[in-house]
């Protein structure tokens, strides 16, 4: 973490804390590669993946990805409250001097109290970045270990941070390096394509009950999952443009059964009977607020009702409809 990314404490007192503590640190065994989703700068565009799950903290041009609720509580203030647990973050930094910003961060990490390692060269994707370790002790387990891979393009600066509280850094070694090899840039913008609509370029994603391709400028959010058995949701760069899948049980009941119970609740919808990842289904659209239409799919597959829901400004109907046509037709259920 260089010293913007932490509301710190003064110099003085991080000096009193590294003199006078003894530190102590959890030995976790190491944490393997699971299913990873992708995260996309709604603003840059440029892409990192990380473990399904994680808590994603984000504004255009500045990322920060925790593995539990509340850890990003710890890094803000190491010697407060909050679970210990690891952070990956991307800030892009303009730097018409890339190298000398990076002399400048080294010099304010030493300055700061951090014990700053010796630089080494590593690749991202076919470019090459700089990678510095550090490490910032604030007593007992308040210890953090981590990197910085900067990555310099035109004029611009990526940092790439990887950190840890004490054993939890080099037990997340491989999701971090996972997640740095899956580090891609902004693609170059079509002359005259509205960057708001869907993506052309598709990531797929995997959950116990189907998979599904969505456009990979759409981000997951976190919403409550309730009495449902799954949730996932993600928001287009507008955000009133959305996808949401909520997964329920059937209650032995069939997909006609189960729609007759559910439509009623929607009025002046046009329906249809349809077919989804090869499985009976029903479609209904309406309107929702004035600017934007809604539409459900109603499938029923191992007991289970998956309801999915797609969100469009009206104005762009057809440009969103043609995304969301390929989402629901790369719907696949397990055997």
């Avoid at 960057?195 to 598709?202: A, D, F, G, K, M």
Wanted: aromatic fraction near 12%; charged fraction near 20%.
């Amino acid at each position: 973490m260089t010293p913007q990314r932490f509301s710190f404490i003064t110099i003085a007192v991080l000096i009193a804390v590294l003199v006078g503590s003894c530190s102590q640190e959890q030995k976790i065994e190491p944490v393997a590669v699971g299913e990873m989703q992708r995260y996309t700068d709604p603003g840059i565009g440029f892409s990192i993946d990380h473990p399904v799950g994680w808590v994603v903290n984000a504004q255009v041009g500045r990322t920060r990805i925790y593995n539990a609720q509340d850890v990003n509580r710890k890094f803000i203030d190491p010697t407060g409250v909050g679970p210990l647990g690891v952070e990956i973050g991307v800030d892009l930094i303009k730097a018409p001097d890339p190298a000398g910003r990076i002399r400048e961060i080294k010099a304010e990490l030493v300055s700061a109290g951090y014990q700053v390692g010796e630089e080494s060269q590593v690749s991202v994707g076919t470019a090459s970045a700089t990678k510095i370790p550090f490490t910032a002790n604030y007593g007992g387990t308040n210890i953090i270990h981590g990197h910085h891979v900067f990555l310099p393009v035109d004029s611009s600066l990526y940092d790439l941070g990887f950190s840890g509280f004490g054993g939890y850094y080099e037990a997340y070694a491989a999701v971090f390096d996972a997640a740095l090899k899956s580090f891609s840039l902004p693609k170059p913008k079509e002359p005259g394509r509205d960057e708001t609509l869907p993506s052309e370029v598709y990531s797929n994603y995997v959950t116990e009950y189907f998979s599904f391709d969505y456009p990979d400028n759409f981000n997951f959010s976190s919403p409550p999952k309730g009495k449902n058995d799954l949730v996932v949701q993600l928001r287009g760069v507008r955000q009133d443009c959305s996808i949401r899948f909520d997964v329920f049980g059937a209650e032995a009941l069939d997909v006609d059964k189960v729609f007759e119970q559910n439509k009623g609740n929607y009025k002046n919808a046009a329906t249809k009977k349809v077919t989804v990842g090869g499985e009976p289904a029903w479609n209904l659209t309406y309107s929702a607020t004035a600017a934007v239409e809604r539409s459900f799919y109603f499938v029923v597959k191992n007991n289970k009702v998956i309801r999915a829901t797609f969100d469009w400004y009206k104005p762009q109907r057809d440009e969103y409809l043609k995304a969301y046509d390929h989402v629901v037709g790369s719907i696949r259920f397990p055997k």
